[in-house]
C-alpha cells in the first residue's frame, strides 16, 4: 500500500523557515513527478512546487525565490525548504506524488505564519 507521509509543519514568525517533508512508503517507484500543493481557508487549492514529467521544476508565483523544492531518491523523499515566510503563506500543505501508474497524496501539514 503506498502512503505519503507528510512532516515538519508547525508554527513560526514571519521571516523564519521550515522545511516539509513527505516520505512514501510501499513503493519501489521513484519520486519523479511529485510535489506540493496548499490550501487556506476560503481559498482554492494552489501549486507551490512541482517536479515536472520533463523533469523541470515549476513554482507558484507567490514563492518564486523564497521555497525549494528537492529530493532525495535514496530517501524516496521529497522536501520543500521555505524561507522568508509570510503570514499569507499559512495553509495546509499537502504532497502528491505520481507512482505506480496512480496518483497519490499526503494527509498535509498546517503551517502557520505569525506576524
Known amino acids: 500500500q503506498v502512503q505519503l507521509v507528510e512532516s515538519g509543519g508547525g508554527l513560526v514568525q514571519a521571516g523564519g523557515s521550515l522545511r516539509l517533508s513527505c516520505a512514501a512508503s510501499?513503493?519501489?517507484?521513484?519520486?519523479?513527478?511529485a510535489g506540493w500543493f496548499r490550501q487556506a481557508p476560503g481559498k482554492q487549492r494552489e501549486l507551490v512546487a512541482a517536479f515536472s514529467s520533463a523533469g523541470n521544476t515549476q513554482y507558484g508565483d507567490s514563492v518564486k525565490g523564497r521555497f525549494t523544492i528537492s529530493r532525495d531518491n535514496a530517501k524516496n523523499t521529497v522536501y520543500l525548504q521555505m524561507n522568508s515566510l509570510k503570514p499569507e503563506d499559512t495553509a495546509v500543505y499537502s504532497c502528491?506524488?505520481?507512482?505506480?501508474?496512480?496518483?497519490?497524496w499526503g494527509q498535509g501539514t498546517q503551517v502557520t505564519v505569525s506576524s
Open positions: 502528491y506524488a505520481w507512482l505506480e501508474s496512480k496518483n497519490y
Open positions: 510501499g513503493s519501489t517507484a521513484s519520486l519523479l513527478v
